[in-house]
């Protein structure tokens, strides 16, 4: 099973980014996805959550109005789309798959905003 992230990069503040999951599980759309990111010396945390169907989404307080997680079940892959980007959110960011009794992670992707 594997999760490849892919997107990441160097953007100034106020620029916007999508970050691609592809997941080579066979039944993705039994997974709920996820997108943590991991900034330096903080501890990994949750930015938003998608739900296996697409219909239920959540989102940290921090990220609300600004990313938007989507999925293609067709095609395997969870997106973030991401708009105005902060300094703060410079991060690694993992993608996860999980339904019960199973998790998966993807190896991240590195967003930096900076000018």
């Known amino acids: 099973v594997q999760l490849v992230e892919s997107g990441g990069g160097l953007v100034q503040p106020g620029g916007s980014l999508r970050l691609s999951c592809a997941a080579s599980?066979?039944?993705?759309?039994?997974?709920?996805m996820s997108w943590y990111r991991q900034a330096p010396g903080k501890e990994r945390e949750l930015v938003a959550a998608?739900?296996?169907?697409?219909?239920?989404?959540n989102y940290a307080d921090s990220v609300k109005g600004r990313f938007t997680a989507s999925r293609d079940n067709a095609k395997r892959t969870v997106y973030l789309q991401m708009n105005s980007l902060k300094p703060e959110d410079t991060a690694v960011y993992y993608c996860?798959?999980?339904?019960?009794?199973?998790?998966?992670w993807g190896q991240g992707t590195q967003v930096t905003v900076s000018s």
């Open positions: 996860n798959a999980k339904r019960v009794g199973l998790i998966f």
């Open positions: 998608i739900s296996s169907a697409g219909g239920v989404t």
């Open positions: 599980l066979f039944t993705f759309s039994s997974y709920a």
